[in-house]
Structure formats: structure tokens, C-alpha cells
Nanobody, 124 residues
Framework: QVQLVESGGGLVPAGGSLRLSCAAS????????MGWFRQAPGKEREFVAT????????YYADSMKGRFTISRDNAKSTVYLQMNRLQSEDTAVYYC?????????????????WGQGTQVTVSS
């Protein structure tokens, strides 16, 4: 089992940047594929990015490509999401998640463990 705690959210003007962190504790962090999702008010939770256990492979939702970067530091049991050129449509609660079964995943059901989320608000 793993526990996840996100941090780094906040209020940022359009065009700005934020770096989210997700610290894991519990079972060996490097045994999990990791992902970031987000959920805006009134909308379903959507995929943002995923990274393989060793960090060698990353995948992004189309609207995030070129603006967001997912990375991980297994020595620190932490996954990051660098977000640049933020837009008002990026306003949401951002969640990190751990996938105990496969190296990466694009669906919420791929992930067995979730953090509590961190709010990102982009002002226009």
C-alpha cells in the first residue's frame, strides 16, 4: 500500500507556471507507475500525464503536450508535474495516483491509490 500527498497548487495568472509535487510513503515507490489527473467543477476526472516506474516513458493528454512535464525521483519517492503556459481551462483539482499493476495508465481504473488533491486556479 502507498499513501500520496500532493502539494504546490495555488492561484496563478494566465500564462504562468506551477510545479506540483506528490510525495509517496509506504511500499516501494519505484514499483508503481504514476499518473496525474485533474477534475474541474461539474466535470469528470480526466487524465493529464503518466510516467513509467523507472521514469523512462511519459505520456500526456493532447491538450497538455508541450506545456506540462511529468517527472519522478524514485530516491525521494516523489512525482512532479511542471505546468507552464497555464490557461483558465487548466483550473481544477489535480490528483496524483499510483498504479500497482502496470507501468503506466490512462484511465482512472488503472490506479489503485490516490492523493487528496491540490487546487490549481488560473486567473484570466
Amino acid at each position: 500500500q502507498v499513501q500520496l500527498v500532493e502539494s504546490g497548487g495555488g492561484l496563478v495568472p494566465a500564462g504562468g507556471s506551477l510545479r506540483l509535487s506528490c510525495a509517496a510513503s509506504g511500499r516501494t515507490f519505484s514499483s508503481y507507475g504514476m499518473g496525474w489527473f485533474r477534475q474541474a467543477p461539474g466535470k469528470e476526472r480526466e487524465f493529464v500525464a503518466t510516467i513509467s516506474r523507472n521514469g523512462a516513458r511519459t505520456y500526456y493528454a493532447d491538450s497538455m503536450k508541450g506545456r506540462f512535464t511529468i517527472s519522478r525521483d524514485n530516491a525521494k519517492s516523489t512525482v512532479y508535474l511542471q505546468m507552464n503556459r497555464l490557461q483558465s481551462e487548466d483550473t481544477a483539482v489535480y490528483y496524483c495516483a499510483a498504479n500497482p499493476r502496470t507501468d503506466w495508465g490512462f484511465q482512472t481504473y488503472d490506479y489503485g491509490y490516490w492523493g487528496q488533491g491540490t487546487q490549481v486556479t488560473v486567473s484570466s
